[in-house]
């Protein structure tokens, strides 16, 4: 709680009101798509604006303040086998979400208990783990390289397969990672000398 009370930023309002303006960002976002039917320019602003981050942001708060006494998917779910049952759940969410506006509304809050669904999987196999502390030390390389893998796989592999094009797009871009993470020690080594 000292870390959410020390950032100056963010409005020390009470939960229920974090929630009452996510409900209205998403109103907001339902009266969009009836109204603007043409070319939906305005609901896409708005879906990348502060109107489309506000109900993910103000559930993290909310989350934050109350992980603990809430019975909260990560905290009631140390099953593992609950929590492999919920990785299908959220992920089939997640798909069928980008087959109707409405319930795609809600893909971000499925990815996020997705991912409080894998975080306890992958601490409890450490099989899991060694392979994402392995992936973690590239991760400013692969911040870096990303934008540049995706723009070159998905112009290549065009009309291919949505699938094919995630699986290639990630592997070359851990390829690339580690190839640039190589050169930037090499040079570090050359001007060091």
């Not at 879906?47 to 109350?66: K, S």
């Not at 959220?90 to 069928?96: C, H, R, S, W």
Request: glycine share 4%.
């Amino acid at each position: 709680m000292a870390i959410c009370n020390s950032i100056r930023f963010v409005p020390q309002f009470k939960d229920e009101k974090y929630c009452f303006l996510g409900i209205i960002c998403i109103v907001i976002q339902l009266v969009t798509f009836w109204v603007d039917t043409e070319e939906q320019a305005m609901l896409s602003y708005l879906r990348h604006d502060f109107i489309g981050w506000f109900p993910l942001f103000a559930l993290g708060i909310v989350y934050y303040r109350n992980h603990q006494k809430v019975g909260f998917i990560p905290t009631i779910a140390d099953n593992f086998l609950l929590n492999i049952l919920g990785i299908f759940v959220f992920v089939v969410f997640i798909i069928a979400s980008q087959l109707n506006f409405i319930f795609g509304l809600f893909a971000p809050f499925f990815a996020i208990l997705l991912y409080f669904s894998l975080t306890k999987v992958i601490a409890a196999n450490n099989m899991f783990k060694v392979i994402f502390i392995w992936i973690g030390k590239y991760s400013a390389f692969i911040f870096v390289i990303h934008p540049m893998a995706r723009a070159i796989v998905r112009r290549l592999l065009e009309g291919h397969s949505l699938i094919l094009i995630l699986i290639i797009y990630v592997a070359t871009t851990l390829l690339f990672s580690m190839l640039y993470e190589k050169m930037s020690d090499c040079l570090k080594v050359k001007m060091e000398a």
